[in-house]
């Protein structure tokens, strides 16, 4: 036994990762506020087109009102959808690989 005998080897120990990073809780986050201005967004297109008046500019602004709010609602939705699901994945692998 010479004089390192008592020494040990100390080695960091792992920190357990979060299942969930902290960018798709954000986006989830944001997605899911996003979903509720294109709501409104269609509900105001709605209006518009139901009180035009006969006013092309009024009939072109609706439609075009409405197009956006859908492509910004299904946008939305496809990004919460995507971020869901990825979380999940990640904390069921992590979750996996912590119980080998």
Do not use: C
Request: glycine share 12%; hydrophobic share 50%; proline share 5%.
């Amino acid at each position: 036994m010479g004089p390192n005998a008592q020494e040990q080897k100390i080695s960091p120990q792992e920190t357990p990762r979060s299942r969930v990073s902290v960018l798709g809780i954000l986006t989830i986050v944001f997605s899911s506020i996003g979903l509720g201005p294109a709501i409104v967004g269609i509900v105001g297109s709605a209006l518009v087109l139901s009180h035009r008046d006969g006013s092309p500019y009024l009939l072109t602004g609706g439609i075009l009102g409405l197009v956006g709010s859908i492509v910004a609602l299904l946008l939305f939705v496809t990004i919460f959808v995507l971020s869901l699901i990825a979380a999940a994945r990640s904390a069921a692998r992590s979750r996996r690989s912590r119980f080998r």
